[in-house]
Structure formats: structure tokens, C-alpha cells
């Protein structure tokens, strides 16, 4: 009888010991390397919100709420002969909203009446009011002196650009057209440079809410400024954090960007072919909005938000707060940055938008009410 035959013996299941515990030990390593890296990630986010920011009041002595804006007033541009334009009414996912069902609109204000109040603009049949959703707006006035309104906004949270001819014996505005671009992807603000020509700010690269996110809390850096005219639609300025307010000097050749979350203004010189080149940043310790332009001095006027995470994180005992800057002699040295107003929010919650003519400012915000002082 042959012997039994030796059988080889049978491989423990999942390796040898050690290179199990090895296995363990890298897998770890990884997975702490990552939570290090989103915690890293989640403070720098907090720091660039300025999540613990407060405001010291600063008040003006003659101030009212303006009748008329309960639900923000995101954006303001004013004519030369005191027509103010408000935008009103911006909803956005994530955006505390006191009128959620409510679409919104374009108000006017005449400054040079003795009281002034806000008016709401009819707007021409075939556009589509019931989604209307403004955010930054633009006005340029032609040779002929016909007056446009440009409009970023967010019909059904997409990204267009209306461009509106003026009617002022109608208190109307004649919707002209409607733009949209694959280079327009997250529109913020906009500065008219022409009847159909302007410079836009993406605040993001996409256009997707959780790439938004994403790229926010990633700070990819990734958002851009624009050029659109009917023949050409270009990007000429890159590398924002989250470019916002974007507004034009008074002689016509430098371009002013918010960057938000980057608590910056950038000046960029224009060049005839529309292109755009960094001249200087001003750094500042506040997340700049809306940019306004005293055509009269070139003083920048800019809402602001002390306190960025209070506004995503709405609570009405203890809301977003309210600053506006004056900036002089930006293109200078040392320019002079002066606070004009703050508000802890018990008065005006969220500001994102200044605006002065002939002594008189306006100050909106995000989802709230809207000042009017008298300088």
C-alpha cells in the first residue's frame, strides 16, 4: 500500500499577519491624511466667510428704510440725472429668502425728488416675469441717449444676461434680448461697456451646485472675468477666488473686481482690444460685494459683509451683519479706505451694495430691507 501523499498546505485567508497589519497602517495613514486635509479645508473656508467676524456701529444721522424693498435688493446702479435702478428679490439654493414664492423685479427711485420713493418698472409682454430672478444689473447710456439695463439673472437658477431699453415717459423696460454662453457658466455681476457689449464676473467655474460647493470649499481658484460683445466672448481676467461686484472707472479705463471670499479689489487696466491686465489688489479685512463708482470724485463705494457664514446660515437672533467702505485714491500708494456705515443687523441685515449721487446713498442687501441716508 502506497503512502498517503502529502497535500501543500492551504494559504491563510487575507495574507500573512503582518502584511494585514500593514494593510491596516497604510489605510489609516490615508484616511488621517484625508481628515486632515478636510479640516484643513473647512477652517480655511471658515476664515475666508470670516465666520467670527463682528462690526463696531458706525450710524449716519439721517437714514429710513425704503418702503417698498422687504426681500433684498442685491444690486443698485444710478443714472446721471438720479434714477436709481433696484434689483430686487434674488433667490439662490442655499439663500435665506423673506418672499420665497415671489419672483423678483426692477424698482426705480428718482433722487432728485424731495422725498423719493421706489417704483416698480413694468416690464414688456413675452418675458417671462413669473421667473424673473435679477442679481447684478448694469445701465449704459447710448450716443443717441437711449438708456439699457443690463440684468444678470437666474430663471429657474440658470444663468442669462437681459439686456432692457429704458422707456422713462412709460415707467417701463422694453426686454431687448436674451444672452446666454457657454463662457457664462455662474454669472454674478456685470458692468456695461456697450448697447450690447459688457464685462461679466463668474463667481464659479461651474455651474453645478455641488461642484459649486466643491470648488468653494476646495478653493480652486477657478473663477473668471468675462468679455461678451455680439462678435467676440472672451475670458480676460482668471484666478479668483469668487469674483463678485465688477464695476468700470469713470474714465473708462480701468476695471474694478470683487473678490469675495479673497477680501480683495483688483484693478485691471483695459486695453483697446478689451483685454484685461492686473494693475494692483487692495487686500481688506471685510468680504467685499457690489462695487459702485462716484462718477463725480471715482470714489469706490462697496457693501460689504463682516460676517459671510451668517448669511448661509440665517438666524434671526443673530443676522448678518452690514458695513459699507469708501475707497479714494485707489490707483495711489496708500489708498484711503474710510467706513461709512456698519450695522450689526438690527437695522439692515446683509448689505451688498452703495451707492451715492448728489449726497444722497443707498445702501441694499442680499435678502433684506434697503437704507436711504442722507450724506
Known amino acids: 500500500m502506497a503512502p498517503p501523499t502529502e497535500l501543500p498546505a492551504r ?27 478636510l479640516g484643513e479645508r473647512l477652517l480655511a473656508l471658515r476664515n475666508r466667510l470670516k465666520a ?12 429710513h428704510l425704503i418702503k417698498g424693498i422687504e426681500a433684498g435688493s442685491e444690486d443698485i446702479d444710478i443714472l ?21 414664492d415671489k419672483p423678483g423685479g426692477i424698482l426705480m427711485m428718482d433722487l432728485k425728488e424731495e422725498k423719493p420713493r421706489a417704483r416698480e418698472l413694468r416690464i414688456s409682454r413675452g418675458f417671462d416675469l413669473a421667473s424673473f430672478n435679477p442679481h447684478g444689473i448694469s445701465t449704459f447710456i447710448d450716443n443717441d441717449d437711449t438708456v439699457y439695463l443690463f440684468v444678470v439673472n437666474h430663471p429657474e437658477f440658470k444663468n442669462t444676461v437681459e439686456i432692457f431699453k429704458f422707456e422713462e415717459a412709460e415707467n417701463s423696460l422694453l426686454h431687448l434680448k436674451t444672452i446666454k454662453h457657454e463662457l457664462l457658466p455662474s454669472v454674478n455681476d456685470i458692468t456695461a461697456v456697450g448697447p450690447a457689449h459688457f464685462y461679466a464676473t463668474n463667481d464659479h467655474y461651474f455651474s453645478d451646485p455641488f461642484l459649486k460647493y466643491l470648488e468653494t470649499y ?56 478689451m483685454n484685461l491686465t492686473q494693475l494692483k489688489v487692495l487686500e481688506l479685512d471685510t468680504l467685499v460685494d457690489n462695487l ?17 457664514q451668517k448669511l448661509f446660515v440665517y438666524d434671526p437672533n443673530n443676522p448678518p451683519s452690514s458695513e459699507v467702505l469708501r475707497i479714494q485714491n485707489i490707483l495711489s500708494e496708500k489708498p484711503t479706505v474710510t467706513t461709512v456705515y456698519a450695522n450689526n443687523g438690527s437695522v439692515l441685515q446683509g448689505s451688498s451694495v452703495a451707492s451715492v449721487y448728489d449726497g444722497k446713498l443707498l445702501i441694499g442687501t442680499l435678502y433684506h430691507r434697503a437704507l436711504y441716508c442722507e450724506l
Open 218 to 273: 476646495l478653493n480652486l481658484r477657478w473663477a473668471n472675468v468675462v468679455y461678451y460683445s455680439p462678435n467676440e466672448v472672451k475670458a480676460v481676467a482668471e484666478g479668483f477666488d469668487s469674483a463678485n461686484g465688477i464695476n468700470i472707472s469713470p474714465d473708462n479705463k480701468y476695471i474694478y473686481v470683487a473678490d469675495i471670499l479673497a477680501h480683495e479689489i483688483h484693478v485691471l487696466e483695459k486695453h483697446p482690444n
Open 11 to 37: 494559504p491563510e485567508r487575507g495574507g500573512a499577519p503582518g502584511s494585514r497589519a500593514m494593510g491596516r497602517l497604510v489605510a489609516m495613514g490615508l484616511l488621517g491624511i484625508a481628515l486632515a486635509f
Open 80 to 100: 446721471p440725472n438720479g434714477l436709481a435702478f433696484f434689483s430686487v428679490g434674488l433667490k439662490f439654493p442655499g439663500l435665506h429668502s423673506f418672499a420665497p
Open 292 to 308: 459702485s463708482i462716484d462718477p463725480s470724485s471715482g470714489d469706490i463705494w462697496v457693501g460689504c459683509h463682516p460676517n459671510g
Open 52 to 63: 467670527s467676524g463682528e462690526v463696531e456701529s458706525v450710524d449716519l444721522p439721517d437714514c
